[in-house]
């Protein structure tokens, strides 16, 4: 499974290398439309979900996808923590997690474990809400007014906290609006053999989406493979 991991080297020296990964059913979605978060893949989607992260100086999601599981987002025990340690990464990777207004909650578990410290990415609005609450637990970056700039989120990322590759994982409000930022580099999705439905089912990119065909972002198939009944793609994104 390593030769399907990315070589991520940042695309300029203004941003990290941006890559995505998610499990999704074979119609594409997250989640069903409960959107409580249950694992529905296979024991090799986990392990390279862990092999994905040894690449990443950071893992981010959004506040969703946090809030609503046991979610640490941690490098998954010794034996990631040795492959980081021998690629020439930090033993944990930073911790990333965004939301706009900062309605976060002091005790969602990610805040428990101290294994590296958490980054809470917002808004101006949301550092007012947070500057206090979060204060023993997070670090808060703001970079925008009312929503998320993200090529100045990207920037202070790599400037000030050395981040030169970043996984996120989800969920689809937040892929969606990084995607349409233009600043993701490859996507991975594991197909698992279910059908959720529903039009409230999270995808792998919600948010507004792109209105027209000819704004939607063309991918390159980079690597495809299958174990056990998951299918394991790579895809490159084409002009970011
Ligand atoms: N299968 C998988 O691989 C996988 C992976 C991840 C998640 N999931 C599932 O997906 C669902 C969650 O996804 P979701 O789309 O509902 O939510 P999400 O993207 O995890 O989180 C949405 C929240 O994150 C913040 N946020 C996201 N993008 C932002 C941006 N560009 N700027 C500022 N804030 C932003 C906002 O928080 P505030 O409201 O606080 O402003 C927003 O309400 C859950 O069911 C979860 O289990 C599945």
Known sequence: MTAFLPNPVAPNDDRPFVYLNASISADGKL????RVFEPFTNSHDERFLHLLRTRADAVMAGHRTVATGDVKMDAGGKRFESIRLREGRARQNLRILVSATGSVSPSLPIFSTKSSPVILLTTSEGFKATKVSLKEVAHVVACGEQTIDWKMALSQLYKQWGVRSLLCEGGGDLNGTLIQAGVVDEVYATIAPFI???????????????QHLAHGKSLVLKH?????????????????
């Open 31 to 34: 989640a069903p439309a409960n």
């Open 196 to 210: 959720f439905g529903g039009r409230n089912a999270p995808t792998l990119a919600d948010s507004s989406g792109f």
């Open 224 to 240: 495809r493979f299958r174990r056990g009944t998951n299918l394991f793609f790579c895809f490159k994104v084409l002009n970011g």
